[in-house]
Each structure stands twice: as structure tokens, then as C-alpha cells.
């Protein structure tokens, strides 16, 4: 049977279908059971029973419950809508939001606001989460942000820690900003630290983005670092123990300014600035003292010479300021892209760089090069290739590269990368990673030979399962 009403909101039309439907025109109620479906504007509701106050502009559906409204699907044991002010109120409700699984004893939804309360959020298979955080109160405002009251963090059975307030920003899809703002452990070893245990904890203070990490290793003994971004000034306040590309430690009071990139209005062109002043100490020559840095980056338009081909021009210009010296560092590149197939791609690039002055740190140096390459990719759903060739004509060195990632099975990924001096006849770089999949985990493994380094990372992802927890609309 399928009624078409008018409940008192100007012409929209409230549409019910169900096996049953009882309609008391005086007192302007319905009930309705049996494959009950409403629509109503963009909301469509399914349940076994559904009664409706036309008067008062309400509805309340019980019994296998599924409810659509704007790209959201809420289930639920029931659900009561509010037609005027498009409110909803769930009891022992679920949903998934941004690959995020949410089940709470109580949702409220006004406009773009979810509230859950007593609630459970995870990445996770739903039915046996291995990781889960359970909250009394969870806020999520899309777009904007993820706040956890009272909350608790669980591996398993087991009671990580305890939080009276987690807050996530959500300006990324937040899947990974809800990993990426949970703390989590790391542990490697190097030549330089040994042996070595690190913990990260991510937080949120209003508009501030805060990272406290502090890591212990068997031959440097405790390093640790705190980091502040202020996003919506582009301002970053970092204090602590960093490392340079070689895995040099020093230490770093650094206030930095780095804007998106942006459209420049008389060139075809993005611009990137970056502006940042500290002072440093560098553990592995003694320098220490104070700099002040600019660096300003073009990246033109790409120039597309055919519907295969395009060509790229970058470039930069960093200017540092020490106590005692100066540095001028101009950058140029240029990069040929020919697509192949759907697959295959080889590219041939042109970089160069000067030193102008001097720096008294080995973290900020860079080499002086003028280098061509051309580089082959193949990406393939299982296989994934790599090789390249470059020569640098200034050390005059040839150097040969490539890497190569399978997947050995549904949840075991293999990747070897290598960096070989023709020249010198050595590896600069031999690396091998093996990953693995468990659930909502993702554990990888790398070994750095060349370096002596290792490097366990464990870090969050959606579960497949997340795709099935959640049921269909009826057909």
C-alpha cells in the first residue's frame, strides 16, 4: 500500500509504502507495518514498523531500522525524525562516516552534527575491533572535527590508555586523521641510536594541532621533541631533537611560516613561500647559533606538447642568514613525462643546484649538482617497477636505481629498492620492506642495509570488513 501526505510543511509530501498502513484523518496520525519505506525530501527510512504524528511533525520507526540522508546511512533499533527541524534521535544506533564505524547506545543528528553517546568508534572489523576507542560522549562535526569525551583506548581486551578528551581535526578524510592523531609506539635501530623505542602522542588544544614524541635509544640515550601548528595561520613552533636526512641528530628551536601554495595573478605559476627563524645546536659538530631563513618555489603550469607528453618547470630559491655567514641556494628543474600505456610511463629529467656562501651545520647543506636522469614506471595492480639511470656532473658520477613491490598474497607485500654508484662501484642504497595486513593494521618492517637501520612501522587503515558491516537498503 503506498499513502502520499501533506504533514503541514508547505508542499513537500511525505510518501509511505508498507504492508499495512492505518491513517486516522481526525487526529492526522498513521501506523504502518510490514516493509515499511518513507520518503521524505532527500531522507529515505526503512523498518518493520513506523508511526507518524503529522500534527506534531514527528515520526518514529522501530525494528531493523535504516535510515539515508544525504550520503549517510544510520542503523539503528530505532529512530525517531523530527519532519520541521530534520532532527534525528537513535537508540542503539550505527553508522560509518569517512570509513570511521561508530555504534552508540543513543545518536542525535542535527543538521551536519552527530552526537553519540556511550559510544564505540574503530577502524575494524566491528564485530571483534582490535583496535576501538570507547567514549561516553563522541561530537562529529564533518569537515571539521572529531571530539572524544571521556574516552579509552583498547588493543584487544586490553586498556591502552585513558583520555578526558580526544579531539581530531577533520579537514583530510578523517580515517587518516583519526589514526594519525592517536598515540602509537615505533621502534628501530640505527648506528647512531642503537637499539631504540619511541612513542608519539598526537593532540588537539582548539585551534592548535600539538605532537609530543619522545624516544629512547640504547646509545644516545632520550630524545624527545614537541611540535605546535597553528593551521589556520600556517605557523609551526617546533623545540626539541630532530634529525637530517642522514640520521644526524641536532637540536632545534624553530618558528616556521609555510602558506599553501597559490595561484601567482601575472605568471602561470603556484608559488610556495616558506619563512622560519630559530636557533640550533648540531650533536655531531658542535655548531650551534641562530638562522633566518627565506625560500620562495615556482611550479609552472604543465606544458602539454602532445596527449601523451607533458613537460614541467620548477624552481626555487632558498637564502639563509647565519650568525657569522650567508647562504644562497638557486634550484632548477625540469621534467619530460611520456604516458606509455594506462601503465607504463618514462621520464626524463634536468635538475640543478648552486651554493652561493656557506652554512656552519651539515643538517641544511646541500650538494651542489647538475644531473639528468630518465627514469622508467610500471604500475600494475600486483606489480609495481621501477629503474632509472642518472649522471651528475659534478662529483661526475653515473648511478643506477630501481625498485620493484609485489604482492605475495592478499595481505603480505614484498618492496626491494637500491641505489647503485656505477662510479664508485658501491650501493649507496639497498633497502628491502616486507608489510602485512591483519584487520585494520598494517605492519611493515624495513631494513636499510647500506645505512644499518631498521624500522618498524605500525599504523591504522580501514578494514575491508567495513564495506559489509553495515547493511543495504531493502530492495
Known amino acids: 500500500m503506498v499513502l502520499l501526505l501533506s504533514p503541514g510543511l508547505g508542499a513537500q509530501e511525505l510518501v509511505l509504502e508498507a504492508d499495512r498502513v492505518q491513517y486516522d484523518a481526525g487526529a492526522r496520525t498513521l501506523e504502518a507495518t510490514g516493509n515499511v519505506r518513507l520518503r521524505y525530501l532527500d531522507v529515505r527510512l526503512w523498518a518493520d514498523e513506523a508511526f507518524a504524528d503529522l500534527e506534531r511533525g514527528e515520526v518514529l520507526v522501530q525494528g531493523r531500522v535504516l535510515l539515508e540522508q544525504a550520503g549517510r546511512r544510520l542503523a539503528a533499533d530505532r529512530i525517531r525524525y523530527q519532519l520541521r527541524t530534520r532532527g534525528v534521535s537513535a537508540v542503539r544506533a550505527r553508522t560509518v562516516v569517512d570509513g570511521i564505524y561508530y555504534r552508540a547506545e543513543e545518536v542525535v543528528v542535527q543538521g551536519e552534527v552527530l552526537q553519540a553517546l556511550d559510544a564505540l568508534a574503530t577502524l575494524c572489523n566491528p564485530a571483534s575491533p582490535l583496535f576501538r576507542v570507547i567514549a561516553r560522549r563522541i561530537t562529529l562535526v564533518p569537515t571539521q572535527r572529531l571530539v572524544a569525551e571521556d574516552a579509552s583506548l583498547w588493543v584487544g581486551n586490553t586498556r591502552l590508555l585513558s583520555l578526558r578528551r580526544l579531539e581530531v581535526p577533520l579537514r583530510e578524510p578523517s580515517f587518516e586523521q583519526f589514526a594519525e592523531h592517536l598515540p602509537r609506539p615505533e621502534a628501530g635501530y640505527d648506528a647512531i641510536s642503537g637499539s631504540w623505542?619511541?612513542?608519539?602522542?598526537?593532540?588537539?588544544?582548539?585551534?592548535?594541532?600539538?605532537?609530543?614524541?619522545?624516544?629512547?635509544?640504547t646509545l644516545l640515550g632520550w630524545e624527545g621533541r614537541h611540535r605546535l601548528r597553528y593551521p589556520d595561520w600556517s605557523l609551526e613552533l617546533v623545540a626539541g631533537a630532530l634529525r637530517d636526512d642522514e640520521n644526524r641528530p641536532y637540536e632545534a628551536l624553530e618558528l616556521r611560516y609555510a602558506p599553501a601554495p597559490g595561484r601567482l595573478p601575472f605568471l602561470p605559476a603556484a608559488a610556495t613561500p616558506t619563512l622560519l627563524v630559530g636557533t640550533y645546536r648540531e650533536r655531531v659538530t658542535g655548531a650551534q647559533g641562530p638562522k633566518l631563513e627565506g625560500a620562495l618555489g615556482l611550479t609552472w603550469d604543465p606544458v602539454s606538447l602532445s596527449p601523451q607528453t607533458t613537460l614541467v618547470l620548477s624552481t626555487s630559491l632558498r637564502a639563509a642568514l647565519y650568525r657569522d655567514r650567508s647562504l644562497v641556494i638557486p634550484t632548477t628543474s625540469l621534467r619530460l613525462t611520456h604516458r606509455l600505456d594506462a601503465r607504463s610511463t618514462v621520464t626524463g629529467s634536468y635538475v640543478r643546484?648552486?651554493?652561493?656562501?656557506?652554512t656552519p651545520f651539515l643538517f641544511d647543506l646541500v650538494d651542489r649538482t647538475e644531473a639528468v636522469s630518465v627514469d622508467y614506471a610500471y604500475t600494475g595492480p600486483e606489480f609495481r617497477f621501477r629503474a632509472g639511470v642518472?649522471?651528475?656532473?659534478?662529483?661526475?658520477?653515473?648511478?643506477l636505481s630501481g625498485s620493484a613491490s609485489v604482492d605475495l598474497s592478499d595481505s603480505w607485500r614484498l618492496r626491494v629498492s637500491a641505489v647503485y654508484n656505477a662510479t664508485l662501484s658501491g650501493f649507496e642504497d639497498l633497502d628491502l620492506d616486507v608489510g602485512t595486513r591483519c584487520d585494520c593494521l598494517a605492519v611493515s618492517l624495513t631494513y636499510r642495509m647500506v645505512r644499518r637501520e631498521i624500522f618498524l612501522n605500525v599504523r591504522l587503515t580501514p578494514s575491508d570488513a567495513l564495506r559489509t558491516a553495515f547493511p543495504e537498503p531493502p530492495e
Open 353 to 358: 643546484t648552486d651554493l652561493l656562501g656557506s
Open 390 to 399: 642518472a649522471y651528475d656532473f659534478v662529483p661526475r658520477h653515473l648511478k
Open 197 to 217: 623505542v619511541a612513542l608519539r602522542y598526537p593532540y588537539q588544544a582548539g585551534d592548535l594541532l600539538g605532537e609530543a614524541y619522545l624516544r629512547y635509544g
